[in-house]
Structures are given as structure tokens and as C-alpha cells.
């Protein structure tokens, strides 16, 4: 599998605090990494840092051969790093659609130039479409986002995503605060996405979940790797299942 | 039509063309600026000083004055990246009344005792509030299609992406502090515009004119008329500059009115009387029908 | 003379820090800045002197002003803030548009109601002013400052030792986990209100004994002084409050005796909260901004 980011030596510090301490971690192309671990671990600092919303402490974070550790957010995404929120943030005042072209217009925000580029061309609006029929929300189309369920917005925020032909798709736990319905949904799609030979990296507290969807999981535990491999192997590791422990998890 | 019409229009005009600036900081971009009327005061007097002092042509001297009001707009945008909405808000105000305090008090601005300013002449014929009506006007036009565009541009999509959730913007290429700056920069230079139109209508500026309460005035015409719509500021600068005139018998209670007024459109109607969620407008959608979808779900 | 100035910057400071504690009160609970708190020292400021005029009592004065616009207040934010802020996402100055507006609407039912001229206190006492080796106070402003100190105590006091002072600071920090804690966060609200209000009333008649006069613009000048304050302190910090009021009672003494700048002295408040938030964007001791 040809390597497409490469973490070396990654810590956070936020004074004393150690959100990540030395992490080393592979991500591959056209893989389903998974990250999971108990509350706490790094899980999200770990994207933040990836995504460029944290600055690290130290460490080096390559992308296809070039150091991108310490780039601001919106130089990741352009460099398509694409990433979902924990807690959804939707641009509440915008229908759906626009929703999905504000992010399609990811190469387009250059400042004065901008100003030029009209957003709302054919192509523009048939990709957000075409977009949208891929994750099951064409009929909210025109819904303002603000009036849409948790679920949906979840699937809108992979919309989001995927209109920017990313490099690497980050989703951070996709299926929190959802029923079970709505959950089937969203793990069809991520496996849709799968199968179309997408890079993922996943979080997702769901057990289940990950180990059916996921090629390679890594562990984390108070900011420090403590397991990586396949489904199976992780399960069975030891320092896994102690670090579980009290965490009544099969939700 | 009248001169006296003229004279309330040009009035009136100016304003619009403040209130529609302060909407693209406020309304489009969401940042808070109560301090608009120091970049008003800041053209008025740039450009007023370059005519009468320096001799410059008073079209010149309203593009430099815009360029010179632009880039203090910069600076008040560099603030806005390191200050939150409150503390940003608190700091416009100072913002305003250090400038005032500045016309005030330096000798190169008159003073306390202000600026006289020689009316420019236009084709010969020296401008009047009719040739300023007109003017302003043609300006306006100008800005209302520029606005339009921008709103139907990625640069429009980039301010509406910030101001509903600027995490997001970022995750998918925007560079927020950019394009919170380049508006800055755009509704401040407006303002100075505004401002270099107004010290050479009126022939006459002192510190007072461009006191906090202005500020106050400028935005209560974007919060009443609608804020964040194009219609809503031109709405809101034409009622609060014709309401004191038709309400003369009532002079005495003109502040009373006002605050009134404000205190009641925030509490009942925030959008504002003809903004995007307002009951008037969504009440004639409704009565309209389909004649009010746009295409794509984009607002102008 | 300098040890004069010194004193004159602690009486001037201490005043503003009351004053402005209304504002950081409610800014401390509900996130807005309340630009009508100077309506309250306006209107606290007219109620004293009427009460003081008919009955000769200063105390009562005090009472029941401080009583009357602390339950305006509250009746305010029944009327008019709580609806606004429950509406869902707004911007931050809508509710500085309807404090905007009570402020303008306050001051000019005073002009109408009360006349625009001046009244005058004409509170004494017997020994105009006292002497202390070099230095000279008026004793109004001992009495002034006396009071300032009791009810800044009794702020103290009522935060940091009553059940109702917990309520308002856990609701301060986070009104959902408070809500969730089983603190009312209502009776909450209405304390910031009342407190608010009441010391910004009791501001507004020490303002008019000391200064012997009132006019129904007493208030513009507090209204913005006192955000200015507010925010070089902290939003929503009382101590940081009283601590920026000293410090802007301190430079405003020491600039416009000691120093030429061209800058009036109510301009002296927003210069050093620029510089200072320059340097440290969230005031002097503040981490807290409600947005």
C-alpha cells in the first residue's frame, strides 16, 4: 500500500497538559484507518493537529513526500485534507445545497479573486447535486440546514466532504448522537465510500462499527499509541481491553 | 423636483451609501463595528484637506481618501483578528471617539473650530445638493450591482460560509482572517467615500458630525431596515433620514421616537422590517408564492 | 500635591468602579453589554433627588432608588433582553441596538418628564472639607467613598458568602451545567439585575452630590466610559472592574494634571483600553467572553 501521510514524533502540549505525546502513525492510500480509545485519549487533537486547526508542539506530519506539520486549516483543506466535526457544524442559515457549494468552492478562495468567480455555475450546482444523490440528501435540497435532524447533518457534513475531491477523508465520530437507523445510514455510506477505494481515517466510540468497517485500527490512550493492527489482533491485545475497562462500550 | 427635495435626498443619499458600507462589515461579514462614523468623519476630512489645502481635484481627492480610509480599515480588521465580537465592539466605540477627539483637537483638521470647505465645481457649474444628489446617487447604483455580485461570487459565499460558522469555513479552504480584512478594507473605504461627498456638500465639518451617536444612527438604519439584505440599509437610511422630517411637528419627541423605535424592531423583529426573516417579507412570499424562489437557494 | 492626586484618582476611581459594576454584573450572567446600565445611574440619580428633596432623608434616597430601578431592571430584562436573547442565533449587537435604545429612550422620557435643566443636590455637610496635613477632601467625597467601599463589601460579600452569590456565579460560568446542577439560574439573572441596576442608581446620586447637579444627559458619558471599563477589567470580572475603574480613575487625574496630550479626558478610558487589549486581548484579567 503506497503510504500517503506520515506522522513522526507528534505531541500536543497545551501548558501541562500532554494532549498527544509522541505519536508515530502511517496512513495509507485507499485504506479505512480507525482511531478509537477511551474519552480523552487525543482521538480529536489528533485530527485538529492533522487538520492544521492545532499547531504542534513538535513532530513532523508529511503528505505525499511534503512536510505540512503547522499549515493553517485552510491550507490542509486545500491540500485535500477533508474532515468532519464532532459536533456538527452546519452553516445553519444555508440550504443544503449551498451548503455543499460553499465547500466545492474550496480551490476558489483566493481573497480579491474570488470576487471575480461566479459561484452558482452549471457545473458547480451539478457536482453539489450529484454530491448530495451520493449521500441520500437530495430531497433536502433546499431545506435550510438550520431545519434538518442530527442525522442528516452528519451526512451533510461527508457531503461536505466529498465535493472537494479530497486526498484523505477524516471523520470524526460520524455516528455520535444518532439512532440506530440513522447510524445503519451513515455506516453505509462510509462503506459505499469504501468501496469506491477512498482514503479514510475514522473515529467513532461505536466498537462494532469500527472493527466492521475499518482495514487497520490504531489505539490511543492518554496520548500515547498503545496498539495498532487489524481488527482482530487490536481486540484481542491486552493493553486494549484494560484501557476499556469501566468503559461499558458495546453501545 | 424641488431643492428642498434635492437637499433631504442628498442627505439621504450619503446615508444610504454608509448604512449599505456598514452592512457589508456587520451584515455580510458579521464582524462588529459600532465605530463606522469615524471612517466617515476620517474621508470627510482627508478628502476636504487635500481640496482646500493641496488644491487636489475633488474626484482625486475622493479616491484618496478612500485609499486613506481603506487602509486604516485594514488596521481596525488586523484588530479584528486578535479581539473577540464584545471586546471588538468596545473597541470600535474608542475607536470613534479617539478619532473625533483627534478632529477635535489637531490643528491640520481645523480644530474646534472645524473646516470650511469650498463647494467643487462640476463642468464649470459649482455643485450643488442637485450635482451631489446625482452623484451619490450614480454611486449607489454603482455599489448596489457590485454587492449583487459579490454576492453571487465565491468572495459572497466566503462571507456567508464565516459568518455561519468560521470552524467550518476554514475546513474547506477559506482563509477567514483574509477575507474578514478585504471587508474591512471595502466597508471602511465606502464610508470615506461617503465621507469626502459629504464635507464638500455641506461646506462645513467639525468633530461632532461624526460623533459616536452617528455611529449608533448608521447601524440602527442596518438593524431596522433588515441587516444583511441590500434593500434593508437603502429601507432604513430613507426612513430615518425622512421620518425627522415628516415628524417636525413632533421635534421635541424625536429622540423618544427613536429609541423607541430601536427597542421595539430588536425585540420584535431582529431581521429587521424588510430582512431575510422578516414577518413583512416572509408574509409576502407567501402571498406571492413561487415568484419569490431564487435559483440554487442563493439570496441577494 | 501629588499625594493629593492620589487621593482625588482613588475617590474618582472607586466611583467608577461602582459604576461600571452594574454593567459587568449583567455582562457576567447574560453575555450583553447593558449600555442602558447608564440609564439606571440616570434614572437612580433623578429618583434620589426627588426622594431626597421631599424628605430630607439621604439614606431613604439611596433605598429607594436603589430599589425602584433594581426592580426596573428587572421588569427590563422580563420585557425586553430575555426575549431577545432567547431568540437562536444572533449577532452580538443586536442586544447592544436594544440597549442602545433603552438608553436614548431613558434619557429623553427624563428630559421630558423632569425638564432639561439642571437640578442641583445641595447636599452638605457641616465642615465643607476636610485637612489632612497636605492634603484637602471634600468630606462628600469621604462620604462618597465610605459608601462605595460598604457596597462593594456587601457585593463581596453577597458573592463569595451567600447561597444566592454561588447561584450567580456557577450560573456565570456556565449557565447550562448550573441549570443542570439544579441552581436557578432565573433568580440568578434577576440578582445581576437588581444588584446591577441598584449600585448603578446608587452611583447616579453620588454623582449628583458630589458634583451638585443632574441633567438628563448625566448618563452619556458613563455609558460608554463604563464599557470601556468593563472590558479593560475583564468582561464580567468584578474585581478586574474595580481594579480598570481605579486604574482609569488614575490615568485620567495624572494625564490631564500632569501632561499635554490632546486627548479629552473621557477619551482617556478608551486610549488605555486599546493599548492594553492590544496586548492582551481579553482585558486585564478576563478569559471569559460570552459569544
Redesign the interface.
Known sequence: MKELMRIEGLKMYFGGLKAIDGLDLTINQEETLGIIGPNGAGKTTLFNAICGVYKPTDGKITLKGQEVQGLPAQEMARRGIARTFQISKPLADLSILDNVIAAAGVHEYTGMRSYFRKSHTPEVVAKAEAVLEETGLRELRDKKASDVSLGYLRRLEIARVLVTDPELIMLDEPCAGLSNFAINEVTELVMKLKAQKKSIVLIEHNLPITMKVCDRIMVLSYGKKIAEGTPEVVKSDKQVIEAYLGEEDEE | MGAYVYSIGATAAIFILLALSLNIITGYAGQAMMGHAAFFGLGAYTAAILTQTYGVNFFAALLLSMLVTGACGALVGLISLRLQADFLAITTIGINFVMVALFNNLSITGGSLGLTIVKPTLFGVKMGNRQFFWLTLILIVVLCLLIVKMRRSWFGMALASINNDAGAARSFGIDVSRYQILTFIIGTAIAGLAGGIYSHRMGYICSSDFAFVISIQILSMVVIGGIGTIRGPILGALLLTFLPEVLRFADDYRSLVYGALLVLMVRFMPSGLIGDNSPLVIGSKKLLGRRFAKKGGQKA | MFLQQVINSLMIGSLYALTAMGATLI?GIL?I?DIANAGAYLLGAYVGYYVYHATGQLILAFLVAMTAIGLFGVILHR??YG??LA????????????A??????????V??LCGAGTKAYNFRFSTDVLHLGSVSIQTTWVLIFALTALLLAVLWFILNKTKMGLAWRATAEDPDIAKACGVNTNSAMALSYVLGYGFAAAAGIMTGILYNSITPALGEVPS?KM??II?LGG?GNPLGTVVAGLIIGFAEVMLSTYTQI???K??I???V??IV??IK???LFGQR???
Do not use: E, H, W
Open positions: 455582562y453575555g453589554l420585557a425586553v426575549p431577545i431568540k437562536p442565533r444572533m449577532l452580538s449587537i443586536i442586544p447592544l441596538v436594544a442602545v435604545g433603552l438608553f436614548t429612550l431613558s434619557s429623553d422620557a428630559r421630558l460608554y464599557l470601556a472590558v468582561l490632546p486627548i479629552p473621557d477619551a478610558a478608551f486610549v483600553l486599546i487589549l492590544l486581548p481579553a482585558g467572553n460570552k459569544v
